[in-house]
C-alpha cells in the first residue's frame, strides 16, 4: 500500500535509465514493523540500483537498518543491525518471465512502493528469536533460575513440574 511520504516509483523508466535510487525512511513509518521493535527512532538505509534483465525491470535493492528489539532471554533492550541485499524483477504478474536468480515483485511496474518493498524486507530481516550475541552481558531476570540450578526462595521456575509429566 503505498504511503503518504513516497511517491510510487516507476521502475520501467528507472531500469531504463539505469538509475541508482537512494532513500531513507524513518522506521517509526513502517507499521507492521513498528511493534516488533523495542525503540521506533532511527532509518533504514535504501539503495536500489535499476537496469533491465533480459528485457525485464530489475533492481538489486540493499537495505540497511540499526534496530532496537527485545532480547528473548533477558527482556532487555538490544541493538541489532539489519541488512536485506535483494534482486527484484518487476513484472505484472508471477506467470510473467523472471530473470534466474531475482524475486518476482507482481503488480504495475510503473507504480512500485518502494516503502513497501523495504518494509517487507526489513521484516523478512529480523530474527526469529531476538537474543544478545554471545559474550554480550545478558542477564536473567532476578527472578528468574537458570536451567539445573535450584531456585532460590522467591524465584520462579516455570518449568520445573516439567520433567515429572514428560515421564508417563
Known amino acids: 500500500m503505498p504511503t503518504a511520504r513516497e511517491p510510487l516509483l516507476d521502475a520501467v523508466v528507472q531500469a531504463a535509465q539505469g538509475a541508482v535510487v537512494e532513500r531513507e525512511f524513518p522506521l517509526a513509518g513502517f507499521v507492521r514493523l513498528r511493534d516488533r521493535l523495542a525503540e521506533t527512532g532511527g532509518v533504514a538505509h535504501v539503495r536500489l540500483a535499476m537496469g533491465t534483465v533480459d528485457a525485464v525491470p530489475a533492481g538489486a535493492l540493499d537495505v540497511r537498518a540499526g534496530v532496537t528489539l527485545v532480547c528473548q532471554r533477558c527482556l532487555q533492550p538490544m541493538p541489532h543491525d539489519l541488512r536485506a541485499d535483494s534482486r527484484l524483477a518487476f513484472v505484472m504478474q508471477e506467470s510473467d518471465r523472471v530473470p534466474a536468480g531475482h524475486e518476482a515483485i507482481t503488480g504495475d511496474p510503473k ?53 515429572d509429566l514428560l515421564k508417563h
Open 111 to 163: 507504480r512500485v512502493d518502494l516503502a513497501g518493498l523495504v518494509e517487507d524486507e526489513l521484516l523478512l530481516a529480523l530474527p526469529a528469536i531476538a537474543r544478545h550475541a554471545p559474550g554480550a552481558d545478558c542477564r536473567l531476570p532476578a527472578d528468574v533460575a537458570p536451567a539445573g540450578e535450584p531456585a532460590a526462595p522467591g524465584m520462579r521456575r516455570p518449568f520445573a513440574g516439567l520433567k
